[in-house]
């Protein structure tokens, strides 16, 4: 496992065991399976149980809702090793995570923690996060979906679109403008399936996570009852907080695959043989290897320290920023030379390459796309927002 | 029931070795190490006897601090207890005199442990705990069964399988295919922290055997494996090719 600068000596060996039991999963469980997901465009269902049996969903919240308590360095790791496997179980697991269970424990009231985080923990229910709308995608705050208070509840109508879980899941923790007297903010709804008006139709025709459901939400006069609606957010700083926490899973995760990139290509010129000698003999490909090492390296003490200011309380999300806006264009790099170094084999589904490739294509774009994170950089730097 | 597993810490295949200074061991330093894979057949084994029968699961293992990942990793799969016995393994006979000077005085039902450890790879633990214990032993075993204190343990032999009949308490060791180990989930790694290890010194040393020097292969074979997936011509031509050119046995 490339490690170069011995990343493991400063884990603990509870952070030690976790990592090598989810690579362990991931290499049994996900890499046998993933390829022919992805040419059928299909999300492996079978691993859901499995995930959940494991305790990889929710990890960092507390027992009492079936959960693993674990810190976040421990969390990064999770990512890291699913996202070695393929960014679509990384992607599942995220949302699962970051995006559903930890807004059900944050702005949630007890009861509907109780109900929903055991169920999510064990994947006995899968959850999905809806934030994006066609027509709202870096400005989310431009949202139209509404959510008009009535008797009782609220009734909500409008669209999401690029939802990931969206037609598999069992809960959707969707946001949408109040439309009451006393106001106009955005507020967090758990819409249920088979809520009548609840559709979640499938997304066809992608070429990037494949293996993972992407789905639009729409909602024609679906009843939301008051219970449902999250009490202890309002505003864009509920989505907004959520995404922080799985921007910080996808800064570990896309080091998974750029690893998984980077030992393929360093095997693969070990052994192929052009001109008489391996390919891995030749300067340019030696300079290949050496500045993707030296990226996966540096990528992986960006993620520990930020792990560490997480831990400790300290983490801003403009931090978080430019970890997810590094490391995925990163590993998208690697993911190039990759597929190069690879030669026409490269393309092949027998390698992980391209897949990796496409994949990083998505997160390069979804929470928070890497312009967007290099103006949040900007104007943490200059307390000027320029993309507004 | 009470059952112990024994439990070894062993270099990860995958890791390169090197050899220590004095020729005679390997180079620990940046060797990963692993609890047994064989080790893991035989606690799931007795995870699962106990699920059935309720009781006990002690992992035990001999070495020195380091072994104690070995026993974390027993207890993140779901034993209740571990016990470090703290002696130098000298060679099998002593680690086999220690374990069972450990294990004499707790009174098990049953004793499980690997059928061998994939580091000397000797298969001689389950042969010298049961003269050490005077208890009856199956080796290899790759399917269990136990009514009351009958033991019924099945074994592979070569075209065939051999079943074997024994009583309770007695020593079992397991062969890949008794089970499907389960992963250690992570709050069980996480409870696996607060589990008491004990630790005990061990006797001596009293190896009957000793290294005189260790040596790595002279030349690591290089395999290849050619894929003949939709095109068994192509693969044959490729393989003859290799045989000729890089290997140049044609
Ligand atoms: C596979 C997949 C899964 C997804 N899953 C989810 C999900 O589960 N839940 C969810 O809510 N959303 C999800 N998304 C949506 C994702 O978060 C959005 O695609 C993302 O926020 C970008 O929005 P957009 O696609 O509308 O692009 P746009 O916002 O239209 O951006 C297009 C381009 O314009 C640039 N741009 C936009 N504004 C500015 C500016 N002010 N200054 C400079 N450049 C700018 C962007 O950087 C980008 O390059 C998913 C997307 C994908 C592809
Ligand atoms: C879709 C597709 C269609 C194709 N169609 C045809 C076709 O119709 N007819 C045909 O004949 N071929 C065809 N090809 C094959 C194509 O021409 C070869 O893939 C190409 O020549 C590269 O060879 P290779 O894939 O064996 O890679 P390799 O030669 O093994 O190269 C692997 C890597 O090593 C590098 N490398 C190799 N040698 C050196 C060196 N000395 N110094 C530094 N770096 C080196 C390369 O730049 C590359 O990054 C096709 C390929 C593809 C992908």
Redesign the pocket.
């Given at each position: 496992m490339t490690d170069f600068y011995d990343i493991t000596g400063l884990l603990t060996e509870e952070q030690r065991m976790i990592r090598d039991t989810v690579r362990n999963f991931v290499t049994s469980e996900v890499l046998p399976i993933i390829e022919e997901h992805n040419q059928a465009m299909t999300f492996p269902m079978e691993l859901i149980p499995k995930i959940g049996a494991l305790g990889l969903l929710g990890p960092t919240l507390p027992e009492k809702y079936g959960c693993a308590g674990l810190d976040s360095i421990a969390y990064g790791l999770i990512n890291q090793e699913l996202e070695r496997g393929d960014s679509s179980i990384r992607s599942f697991s995220s949302v699962q995570s970051s995006l559903v269970m930890y807004p059900i424990f944050a702005y949630g009231n007890e009861e509907q923690r109780m109900k929903w985080l055991p169920r999510l923990a064990s994947g006995n229910a899968v959850g999905c996060f809806g934030l994006t709308e066609p027509d709202h995608g870096s400005d989310p705050g431009g949202m139209v979906t509404m959510a008009k208070k009535v008797s009782g509840g609220y009734n909500l109508n409008g669209a999401k679109m690029w939802i990931t879980n969206g037609t598999i899941s069992d809960v959707a923790v969707v946001w949408a403008k109040v439309d009451s007297d006393d106001s106009k903010s955005i507020r967090g709804f758990l819409v249920e399936k088979g809520m009548k008006g609840f559709t979640a139709p499938e997304m066809k025709g992608k070429y990037s996570l494949r293996a993972s459901v992407t789905s639009e939400l729409v909602f024609q006069d679906v009843f939301v009852p008051e219970e449902n609606m999250l009490p202890n957010v309002q505003g864009l700083k509920g989505p907004l907080g959520c995404l922080t926490q799985a921007r910080y899973g996808i800064s570990w995760g896309a080091v998974g695959a750029a690893i998984a990139c980077y030992e393929s290509s360093v095997e693969y010129a070990k052994s192929?043989i052009?001109?008489g000698k391996p390919?891995a003999s030749?300067q340019?490909?030696q300079a290949k290897l050496a500045e993707m090492l030296t990226e996966i390296t540096k990528a992986q003490l960006l993620c520990l320290r930020l792990g560490q200011l997480k831990n400790e309380g300290k983490m801003k999300p403009a931090h978080v920023s430019m970890a997810k806006r590094n490391n995925v264009a990163m590993a998208l790099d690697i993911a190039r030379v990759a597929r190069?170094?690879h030669?026409?084999?490269g393309?092949l589904g027998e390698y992980p390459i391209m897949r990796h490739m496409a994949n990083l294509e998505s997160v390069k774009t979804y929470e928070g796309t890497h312009d967007i994170h290099t103006l949040v950089l900007g104007q943490e730097i200059t307390g000027i927002a320029a993309y507004e | 029931m009470k059952i112990i597993v024994c439990v070894s810490h062993v270099p990860d295949t995958t890791t390169k070795i090197n050899l220590g200074a004095d020729g005679k061991n390997i180079d620990p330093a940046g060797v990963k190490f692993i609890l047994n894979p064989y080790d893991e057949f035989a606690v799931e084994e007795a995870l699962k006897l106990r699920e059935k029968n309720t009781g006990e699961v002690i992992a035990i293992s001999v070495g020195s601090d380091a072994a104690k990942e070995a026993i974390r990793q027993a207890l993140a799969m779901g034993a209740d207890k571990g016990i470090l016995v703290k002696g130098e393994k000298s060679d099998s006979f002593s680690v086999a005199e220690m374990l069972a000077e450990a294990i004499k005085p707790i009174g098990a039902d049953l004793i499980l442990l690997g059928k061998q450890s994939i580091d000397f790879d000797g298969m001689e633990m389950a042969p010298m705990l049961s003269e050490l214990l005077d208890l009856p032993a199956a080796t290899v075993v790759v399917g269990l069964a136990i009514e009351g204190t009958n033991v019924t343990a099945e074994k592979e032999v070569e075209g065939g399988k051999e079943i074997i009949s024994l009583s309770l308490p007695c020593i079992i060791s397991a062969q890949k295919g008794l089970n499907d180990p389960r992963y250690p989930s992570l709050p069980n790694i996480m409870k696996a922290k607060s589990k008491p290890i004990e630790e005990i010194s061990g006797s001596p040393a009293s190896g009957r055997t000793s290294i005189i020097k260790m040596d790595k292969p002279e030349k690591k074979r290089v395999n290849k494996i050619i894929k003949a997936e939709g095109n068994p011509q192509g693969a044959a031509i490729e393989l003859v090719k290799l045989l000729h050119e890089e290997a140049k046995v044609l």
């Amino acid at each position: 496992m490339t490690d170069f600068y011995d990343i493991t000596g400063l884990l603990t060996e509870e952070q030690r065991m976790i990592r090598d039991t989810v690579r362990n999963f991931v290499t049994s469980e996900v890499l046998p399976i993933i390829e022919e997901h992805n040419q059928a465009m299909t999300f492996p269902m079978e691993l859901i149980p499995k995930i959940g049996a494991l305790g990889l969903l929710g990890p960092t919240l507390p027992e009492k809702y079936g959960c693993a308590g674990l810190d976040s360095i421990a969390y990064g790791l999770i990512n890291q090793e699913l996202e070695r496997g393929d960014s679509s179980i990384r992607s599942f697991s995220s949302v699962q995570s970051s995006l559903v269970m930890y807004p059900i424990f944050a702005y949630g009231n007890e009861e509907q923690r109780m109900k929903w985080l055991p169920r999510l923990a064990s994947g006995n229910a899968v959850g999905c996060f809806g934030l994006t709308e066609p027509d709202h995608g870096s400005d989310p705050g431009g949202m139209v979906t509404m959510a008009k208070k009535v008797s009782g509840g609220y009734n909500l109508n409008g669209a999401k679109m690029w939802i990931t879980n969206g037609t598999i899941s069992d809960v959707a923790v969707v946001w949408a403008k109040v439309d009451s007297d006393d106001s106009k903010s955005i507020r967090g709804f758990l819409v249920e399936k088979g809520m009548k008006g609840f559709t979640a139709p499938e997304m066809k025709g992608k070429y990037s996570l494949r293996a993972s459901v992407t789905s639009e939400l729409v909602f024609q006069d679906v009843f939301v009852p008051e219970e449902n609606m999250l009490p202890n957010v309002q505003g864009l700083k509920g989505p907004l907080g959520c995404l922080t926490q799985a921007r910080y899973g996808i800064s570990w995760g896309a080091v998974g695959a750029a690893i998984a990139c980077y030992e393929s290509s360093v095997e693969y010129a070990k052994s192929r043989i052009q001109f008489g000698k391996p390919i891995a003999s030749f300067q340019l490909v030696q300079a290949k290897l050496a500045e993707m090492l030296t990226e996966i390296t540096k990528a992986q003490l960006l993620c520990l320290r930020l792990g560490q200011l997480k831990n400790e309380g300290k983490m801003k999300p403009a931090h978080v920023s430019m970890a997810k806006r590094n490391n995925v264009a990163m590993a998208l790099d690697i993911a190039r030379v990759a597929r190069d170094i690879h030669g026409a084999n490269g393309i092949l589904g027998e390698y992980p390459i391209m897949r990796h490739m496409a994949n990083l294509e998505s997160v390069k774009t979804y929470e928070g796309t890497h312009d967007i994170h290099t103006l949040v950089l900007g104007q943490e730097i200059t307390g000027i927002a320029a993309y507004e | 029931m009470k059952i112990i597993v024994c439990v070894s810490h062993v270099p990860d295949t995958t890791t390169k070795i090197n050899l220590g200074a004095d020729g005679k061991n390997i180079d620990p330093a940046g060797v990963k190490f692993i609890l047994n894979p064989y080790d893991e057949f035989a606690v799931e084994e007795a995870l699962k006897l106990r699920e059935k029968n309720t009781g006990e699961v002690i992992a035990i293992s001999v070495g020195s601090d380091a072994a104690k990942e070995a026993i974390r990793q027993a207890l993140a799969m779901g034993a209740d207890k571990g016990i470090l016995v703290k002696g130098e393994k000298s060679d099998s006979f002593s680690v086999a005199e220690m374990l069972a000077e450990a294990i004499k005085p707790i009174g098990a039902d049953l004793i499980l442990l690997g059928k061998q450890s994939i580091d000397f790879d000797g298969m001689e633990m389950a042969p010298m705990l049961s003269e050490l214990l005077d208890l009856p032993a199956a080796t290899v075993v790759v399917g269990l069964a136990i009514e009351g204190t009958n033991v019924t343990a099945e074994k592979e032999v070569e075209g065939g399988k051999e079943i074997i009949s024994l009583s309770l308490p007695c020593i079992i060791s397991a062969q890949k295919g008794l089970n499907d180990p389960r992963y250690p989930s992570l709050p069980n790694i996480m409870k696996a922290k607060s589990k008491p290890i004990e630790e005990i010194s061990g006797s001596p040393a009293s190896g009957r055997t000793s290294i005189i020097k260790m040596d790595k292969p002279e030349k690591k074979r290089v395999n290849k494996i050619i894929k003949a997936e939709g095109n068994p011509q192509g693969a044959a031509i490729e393989l003859v090719k290799l045989l000729h050119e890089e290997a140049k046995v044609l």
